[in-house]
């Protein structure tokens, strides 16, 4: 009696291991079912997320040529600047639109609006008033 008792004693223990061993393993294989879908995700989002970089770095790379280019265009255009000061004496041409903002004829198409005729004949005017004081000051 005492070897039934022990043989049922030790099919139930190893019953209750089969039971436990067999959740064990349902639980692994429902965590591994968990980080398949997990690093399915994980790897696709990972895909997106390169794709952007690749097309952040390509964009970066444009806008940094532009960048280069205009700067070239800047020192360009400032090397122009510098050569056309020293052509124009500022004083003299600030002085010409002083002189010709205040003359009469402007006084005039500001304040009523005339014919075609005598809009030409005033800028005739304004035209040889400068001519005269270019001339002047340019001596």
């Not at 997106?48 to 280069?68: A, I, M, S, W």
Request: charged residues 35%; negative net charge; contains cysteine.
């Amino acid at each position: 009696m005492t070897t039934d008792q022990n043989h049922s004693f030790d099919s139930i223990a190893s019953e209750q291991e089969v039971i436990r061993y067999t959740e064990k393993l349902a639980q692994i294989f429902r965590l591994n079912e968990q980080n398949a879908e997990i690093y399915s995700v994980l790897s696709g989002e990972n895909r997106v997320l390169k794709k952007q970089l690749e097309d952040y770095h390509f964009q970066y790379n444009t806008l940094e040529k532009r960048v280069k280019r205009l700067e070239k265009d800047i020192k360009s255009l400032k090397t122009e600047l510098e050569d056309l000061d020293e052509c124009v004496d500022r004083e003299i041409v600030v002085n010409l639109i002083h002189e010709i903002a205040s003359s009469p004829n402007i006084k005039k198409c500001k304040d009523s609006s005339y014919s075609s005729e005598s809009s030409e004949e005033s800028d005739l005017v304004e035209i040889i008033e400068v001519r005269e004081k270019k001339d002047v000051l340019q001596k």
